[in-house]
């Protein structure tokens, strides 16, 4: 057990990769490569969460790829690190276990829904999959570089995947955009290579002097993850590519921009650049009143929901954006505290719209809202559209209303009228969802919703309901480790041992 725990970093990437290039071998085994699929993400996913269980215990861990003992950083006659490594902390083991969660109830919701291909439509969501988990786990900024560009060229094509004329316009477009933030962080990790010739993220963090040449390398990269994150004014790659992925995935390409977040919000703690969190506020503010008037003159029901990503994402950002600039300890713990629960909420809450919209479009075979009407006599889908509904918009007592809050309190003490515009942009976040109820729960067609479709439905409801009636276990167990593990970078740079 103690030889596996070492080496779970590189087998939570080797895995899924492993598994994409099986796919190829199995012809058109149609049924073989849904048990592969889902068993291989169920592994990964008790593989990562045994890591996390053993990264709250044990504390951060590394695994250092060519060398004989691979927890040790350092050649005997080397000063600084030479070789990729990667770290987990209860930051990122969270996200790890989250991503792999969300991708494993993509795989289940899809498998009545993919015809053709299904070998080709797997292979993408593992590619996804590997480039956000190295994504999480690189302790090296070009390896970083790497995984963002598998990443980004894998939620493109997923994106294409219908290969009609919209959907290969909105990959497009993706993947243009992606290109040019790629060349932006190159040319960020560049700046830092020329100033420090080193990559490696812990020591970096140790040595580093932020100033001219730092803040524009620093820039570099922060408005290129912005980008691949669709923060606003940034975002005009966001709402086609929602609206045109698939109904089944769409909301594995919301966890591939979510991820793309996390790095821009790990750089800027690890490194202490304080100074970008007004960028961050003002980002996030822009999202949440971008995201969410947009979101009212949608007809596209994926689209409304990505400008409502857009918008909760602002939540998010906004609250980091907070904890960067203050100075006080408790302040700063509140605030980032705040946001990361609502990323948690988030995932869950826009998950089960995303679901539920999903079953609504396969059984219309429409996106528009005016196609979507029918579903008046299914009352378990009203019900749970209805608690999503709530707890996306921030109404007591569900678990969006619980992160809310923190984060209106806590940013009152930044400024007050950051919680105003935030609360703002509920309302209309309600009004938008309001509409989308009286669209999608209008009339009657007595259609049958597939079981595996309302196995995953039940699943992120269960998961949502556990958080409003436990908030407290979930905040203290969860999300206060995970707040220490990012705002600490003592515990960070010190594993490294230089």
Same mark, same amino acid.
């Given at each position: 057990?103690?030889?596996?725990?070492?080496?779970?970093?590189?087998?939570?990437?080797?895995?899924?990769?492993?598994?994409?290039?099986?796919?190829?071998?199995?012809?058109?085994?149609?049924?073989?490569?849904?048990?592969?699929?889902?068993?291989?993400?169920?592994?990964?996913?008790?593989?990562?969460?045994?890591?996390?269980?053993?990264?709250?215990?044990?504390?951060?861990?590394?695994?250092?790829?060519?060398?004989?003992?691979?927890?040790?950083? /350092?050649?005997?006659?080397?000063?600084?690190?030479?070789?990729?490594?990667?770290?987990?902390? @209860?930051?990122?083991?969270?996200?790890?276990?989250?991503? $792999?969660?969300?991708?494993?109830?993509?795989?289940?919701?899809?498998?009545?829904?993919?015809?053709?291909?299904?070998?080709?439509?797997?292979?993408?969501?593992?590619?996804?999959?590997?480039?956000?988990?190295?994504?999480?786990?690189?302790?090296?900024?070009?390896?970083?570089?790497?995984? /963002?560009?598998?990443?980004?060229?894998?939620?493109?094509?997923?994106?294409?995947?219908?290969?009609?004329?919209?959907?290969?316009?909105?990959?497009?477009?993706?993947?243009?955009?992606?290109?040019? !933030?790629?060349?932006?962080?190159?040319?960020?990790?560049?700046?830092?290579? *020329?100033?420090?010739?080193?990559?490696?993220?812990?020591?970096?963090?140790?040595?580093? !002097?932020?100033?001219?040449?730092?803040?524009?390398?620093?820039?570099?990269? #922060?408005?290129?993850?912005?980008?691949?994150?669709?923060?606003?004014?940034?975002?005009?790659?966001?709402?086609?590519?929602?609206?045109?992925?698939?109904?089944?995935?769409?909301?594995?390409? *919301?966890?591939?921009?979510?991820?793309?977040?996390?790095?821009?919000?790990?750089?800027?703690?690890?490194?202490?650049?304080?100074?970008?969190?007004?960028?961050?506020?003002?980002?996030?503010?822009? $999202?949440?009143?971008?995201?969410?008037?947009?979101?009212?003159?949608?007809?596209? #029901?994926?689209?409304?929901?990505?400008?409502?990503?857009?918008?909760?994402?602002?939540?998010?950002?906004?609250?980091? %954006?907070?904890?960067?600039?203050?100075?006080?300890?408790?302040?700063?713990?509140?605030?980032? !505290?705040?946001?990361?629960?609502?990323?948690?909420?988030?995932?869950?809450?826009? %998950?089960?719209?995303?679901?539920?919209?999903?079953?609504?479009?396969?059984?219309?075979?429409?996106?528009?809202?005016?196609?979507?009407?029918?579903?008046?006599?299914?009352?378990?889908?009203?019900?749970?559209?209805?608690?999503?509904?709530? *707890?996306?918009?921030?109404?007591?007592? @569900?678990?969006?209303?619980?992160?809310?809050?923190?984060?209106?309190?806590?940013?009152?003490?930044? !400024?007050?009228?950051?919680?105003?515009? /935030?609360?703002?942009?509920?309302?209309?976040?309600?009004?938008?969802?309001?509409?989308?109820?009286?669209?999608?729960?209008?009339?009657?067609?007595?259609?049958?919703?597939?079981?595996?479709?309302?196995? #995953?439905?039940? *699943?992120?409801?269960?998961?949502?309901? #556990?958080?409003?009636?436990?908030?407290?276990?979930?905040?203290?167990?969860?999300?206060?480790?995970?707040?220490?593990?990012?705002?600490?970078?003592?515990?960070?740079?010190?594993?490294?041992?230089?």
């Amino acid at each position: 057990m103690t030889g596996l725990l070492m080496h779970l970093p590189a087998i939570s990437i080797a895995l899924p990769l492993f598994s994409a290039f099986l796919f190829q071998l199995l012809g058109r085994h149609k049924k073989a490569k849904h048990i592969l699929a889902i068993s291989s993400i169920t592994v990964l996913e008790l593989m990562l969460i045994l890591q996390l269980f053993h990264v709250a215990s044990a504390g951060n861990s590394i695994y250092v790829f060519g060398s004989e003992t691979p927890v040790v950083q /350092l050649p005997s006659s080397y000063g600084i690190p030479i070789r990729i490594s990667f770290q987990v902390d @209860m930051f990122n083991a969270f996200l790890s276990v989250l991503t $792999s969660s969300v991708m494993l109830l993509v795989i289940i919701f899809s498998l009545n829904s993919l015809k053709e291909d299904v070998g080709k439509f797997y292979v993408i969501l593992m590619l996804m999959l590997t480039g956000m988990l190295g994504l999480l786990f690189t302790n090296d900024l070009f390896n970083l570089f790497v995984f /963002l560009e598998i990443l980004s060229l894998s939620t493109g094509i997923m994106v294409m995947y219908k290969a009609n004329k919209f959907s290969v316009e909105a990959g497009f477009k993706y993947l243009v955009i992606s290109s040019l !933030s790629g060349l932006l962080f190159l040319l960020g990790v560049g700046f830092i290579y *020329a100033q420090y010739g080193m990559l490696n993220i812990s020591v970096l963090a140790s040595i580093i !002097s932020i100033g001219l040449i730092e803040k524009i390398a620093l820039g570099f990269m #922060v408005v290129s993850l912005f980008l691949k994150s669709g923060i606003a004014p940034m975002h005009m790659w966001l709402p086609d590519a929602y609206g045109e992925a698939p109904e089944y995935s769409v909301l594995g390409v *919301a966890m591939a921009t979510l991820t793309c977040s996390y790095a821009f919000i790990r750089l800027l703690f690890v490194f202490s650049v304080g100074e970008l969190g007004t960028l961050l506020i003002l980002g996030g503010l822009l $999202s949440a009143i971008i995201g969410s008037t947009m979101s009212l003159i949608q007809k596209n #029901v994926n689209r409304l929901f990505g400008y409502l990503a857009l918008a909760e994402i602002g939540f998010i950002v906004t609250a980091i %954006g907070c904890g960067l600039i203050s100075t006080e300890s408790n302040l700063v713990f509140s605030t980032v !505290s705040g946001g990361l629960f609502h990323m948690l909420n988030d995932v869950i809450d826009l %998950g089960i719209l995303f679901f539920i919209s999903g079953i609504a479009i396969r059984i219309k075979n429409s996106k528009e809202l005016d196609n979507l009407s029918g579903f008046g006599d299914n009352k378990i889908l009203a019900v749970f559209f209805i608690l999503a509904m709530f *707890a996306v918009s921030g109404i007591p007592p @569900m678990n969006g209303f619980l992160s809310k809050l923190i984060i209106y309190e806590s940013t009152f003490a930044v !400024s007050p009228l950051i919680p105003i515009i /935030l609360m703002i942009s509920s309302i209309i976040i309600l009004s938008s969802l309001v509409k989308v109820f009286y669209s999608i729960f209008n009339g009657k067609s007595n259609k049958k919703v597939p079981l595996n479709m309302m196995v #995953v439905l039940f *699943a992120a409801v269960i998961a949502m309901l #556990v958080i409003t009636l436990f908030p407290d276990a979930v905040i203290n167990n969860l999300i206060k480790p995970v707040t220490d593990a990012l705002i600490t970078k003592s515990e960070y740079r010190s594993i490294v041992g230089v």
